[in-house]
């Protein structure tokens, strides 16, 4: 027969198990407490390494955005690295397992989801530290010259000499060349041009010479270099190559129009022709013109 159901049997069921609640409540409560200043303890020691890190990051990365960034992902890992302490003191073993299986689930998730983000979010942290770009400079990367405006954490932002902006991810700056004009004071500036036939190629080269290392003064180490370089259809080919103080792709331009006048006024001094193309047309085809007989003529 079965047992009947007793209302007084179950409420004092309920007691016994409350009671043993309050029991282990009380017996876990300095584990609780201590729990909750060892987290308390790492939010604070969070704060203080962001702050302290902030520091040291003025000296290295001048992007706002990337210094953020950093100081954010510190403070995230020093709370998380706290929370786990926590509940490691509260014996709570099985719930820190499932923590960490579940975060290892939802980060592998979402790496997977995000990957392209990620990966200019990593390169653009590696940017921020790298000393041979930074704001400022002028480069060229991936068939774009301009000067950097920008780098955050997706892309860097360059502004081209026609005024135009061209965003390129950070994972192309990391991944393939770029040049970086800024990162030197001085750089060699070349000239091609050619002198008639029958010019003197010794004075040729030498009022070159003079005229651009008066220009242009050289530097110990660095010369004005002038090389012959082929027989042309209708001159005789050269280079020159001299160092000028070249921080952008502008710069460049500026030396090398200054050398060309220059260049241009000493040979008109000294009666060099430089030659231009000449095409000679030849109709060998005999037209036959004739009058037209006038009406009536035989």
Same mark, same amino acid.
């Given at each position: ?10 409420? #004092? ?20 407490? *201590? ?18 890190? =902030? ?14 960034? &950093? ?7 020093v709370?998380? %690295?706290? !929370? ?7 014996? +709570?073993?099985?719930?820190? &397992? ?19 983000t *990620?990966?200019? &979010?990593?390169?653009?942290? +590696? ?14 990367n991936n ?9 955050? *954490? ?5 502004? #081209?000499? =026609?005024?135009?902006?061209v ?6 700056? %990391? ?25 003197? *190629? ?7 010479? /003079? ?21 042309? =259809? ?35 001094q000294?009666? %060099? /022709?430089?030659? !231009?193309?000449?095409? &000679? ?18």
């Open positions: 027969m079965a047992k009947r159901f007793d209302i007084q049997d179950s409420v #004092e069921g309920i007691w016994e198990k409350l009671g043993e609640w309050l029991d282990s409540i009380i017996l876990g409560l300095p584990n609780f407490i *201590l729990a909750v200043l060892v987290f308390i303890l790492f939010v604070f020691a969070a704060k203080y390494l962001g702050k302290l890190l =902030d520091r040291l990051l003025r000296f290295k990365v001048r992007q706002a955005s990337i210094r953020e960034i &950093t100081i954010k992902i510190m403070k995230v890992v709370i998380a %690295i706290g !929370f786990f302490v926590a509940l490691g003191l509260l014996n +709570l073993n099985t719930i820190l &397992t499932s923590v960490l299986a579940g975060a290892g689930v939802v980060g592998l998730a979402v790496g997977l989801a995000l990957q392209g *990620l990966n200019n &979010t990593f390169s653009g942290i +590696l940017l921020s530290f790298l000393p041979e770009l930074q704001i400022g400079d002028w480069i060229e068939g774009y010259a301009g000067r950097v405006v920008e780098i955050n *954490l997706r892309s860097i932002v360059i502004r #081209e000499a =026609d005024n135009n902006y965003v390129i991810p950070n994972s192309q700056v %990391i991944d393939a060349p770029f040049k970086n004009f800024s990162r030197t004071s001085r750089s060699r500036i070349m000239v091609n041009c050619g002198v008639a036939y029958n010019s003197d *190629l010794e004075l040729v080269k030498t009022i070159t010479i /003079n005229t651009l290392s008066e220009l242009y003064p050289q530097k110990k180490g660095e010369e004005v270099e002038f090389m012959y370089n082929e027989f042309g =259809d209708s001159s005789i080919n050269f280079v020159v190559r001299f160092w000028s103080n070249v921080t952008s792709n502008r710069d460049i331009l500026l030396a090398r129009s200054a050398a060309i006048i220059a260049i241009k006024k000493v040979y008109d000294h009666d %060099i /022709n430089i030659p !231009f193309p000449i095409r &000679t047309l030849e109709f060998n085809n005999r037209l036959n013109i004739q009058k037209p007989s006038s009406e009536g003529e035989s």
